[in-house]
């Protein structure tokens, strides 16, 4: 069975800051990675998704990177913005359509 | 394009009783699914479908029913609700193995 962990839990960083949040998964027989943003009492907006032969995807200040045989993947986020505050969740798609997440990591940047 | 809608956005249901929850998609995406949103424990996939007329179980599908009778619309049915089931639902549509697409959810509360 998929198991997707996120570390940290939660994550306090100044403005400015650069960062990295961490998502690790079981089973490396996946289609896909994908990282998503949730605002508190919002639903998921996707950030970036990874096909399973890419190693690296890229969207404005995030940066996602993919190692699949040791089933990883970071999310970087460059110079951190208030914004930017939010939970962050990791998901990986496996057979059968299923995304499995991890329980994210809730991020505060601080002004 | 709307992209994914829920409704309703938010109900109250007292045990026993029932109620259906709509997803609906523009996109034209074959792929549907619902999923669950519970503190501690993330996302969890109810039931997906992988075409009009299809369905299929997630990791959670007790107490559930779904019907999927045109492609654009994906139902989520509570035959008789139990206070274990309040919670944020969420659905969302994709083009596997693609990214998924999330509605705004449907905070439903059980008393």
């Known amino acids: 069975k998929q198991e997707v962990t996120q570390i940290p839990a939660a994550l306090s960083v100044p403005e400015g800051e650069n960062l990295v949040l961490n998502c690790s998964f079981t089973?490396?027989?996946?289609?896909?990675l994908q990282w998503f943003r949730q605002d508190p009492g919002k639903g998921l907006t996707s950030l970036l998704l990874?096909?399973?032969?890419?190693r690296e995807q890229t969207s404005g200040r995030l940066n996602a990177s993919l190692d699949k045989s040791s089933g990883r993947s970071t999310l970087y986020i460059a110079a951190s913005q208030p914004g930017d505050s939010a939970t962050y969740l990791c998901?990986?798609?496996?057979?059968?359509?299923?995304?499995?997440f991890g329980e994210g990591t809730q991020l505060t940047v601080n002004p | 394009n709307a992209g994914v809608t829920q409704t309703p956005k938010f109900r109250v249901l007292k045990t026993g009783q029932s109620m259906t929850l709509l997803c609906a998609q523009d996109?034209?995406?074959?792929?549907m699914y619902w999923y669950r949103q519970d503190p501690g424990m993330g996302l969890r996939l109810i039931h997906y479908?992988?075409?009009?007329?299809?369905?299929a179980k997630g990791e959670v599908p007790d107490g559930y029913n779904v019907s999927r009778l045109k492609k654009q619309n994906f139902l989520l049915g509570l035959e008789s609700a139990a206070p274990s089931q309040t919670s944020v639902y969420f659905c969302?549509?994709?083009?596997?193995?693609?990214?998924?697409?999330f509605g705004p959810g449907t905070r439903l509360t059980v008393t």
């Open positions: 969302a549509s994709s083009s596997l193995p693609y990214e998924q697409y």
């Open positions: 089973d490396s027989a996946i289609y896909n």
């Open positions: 990874i096909q399973s032969s890419q």
């Open positions: 998901a990986v798609q496996t057979s059968g359509s299923r995304l499995t």
């Open positions: 996109m034209n995406h074959e792929y």
């Open positions: 479908s992988v075409g009009e007329g299809t369905t």
